[in-house]
């Protein structure tokens, strides 16, 4: 994404989980913040949750940590549920979730 003032490529920054009741809107979702490197713009996405991720999609990557046990896996699969939060199979099957 392009900083919409100078045109240069914006650094992702991070994103955040939001919830009710957080000064941001209604429902939770993701912010995603983004800043320029050329001159003083922020930038901030908001993801709203509810209405886009109903339910929970099991996906494979090469490498992500899970959520709940914070471990490091390689070449499995993970559970995304509908608060984007990723979890290995064995602390899904626990019944884990993040805190």
Do not use: Q
């Not at 939001?18 to 429902?27: C, K, L, P, Q, R």
């Not at 490498?63 to 199979?89: A, H, L, N, Q, W």
């Amino acid at each position: 994404m392009d900083c919409w003032h100078c045109g240069t490529e914006l650094i992702w920054g991070g994103d955040h989980d939001y919830e009710d009741g957080e000064g941001v809107g209604d429902g939770s979702g993701i912010v995603s913040n983004f800043s320029c490197p050329s001159c003083p713009v922020i930038v901030y996405v908001y993801l709203p949750l509810e209405d886009h991720f109903e339910e929970e999609s099991t996906e494979t990557a090469e490498g992500f940590v899970c959520d709940v046990c914070g471990e490091e896996k390689r070449g499995e699969g993970f559970i995304r549920t509908p608060r984007m939060t990723i979890t290995c199979g064995e602390c899904y099957d626990k019944g884990s979730s993040p805190c």
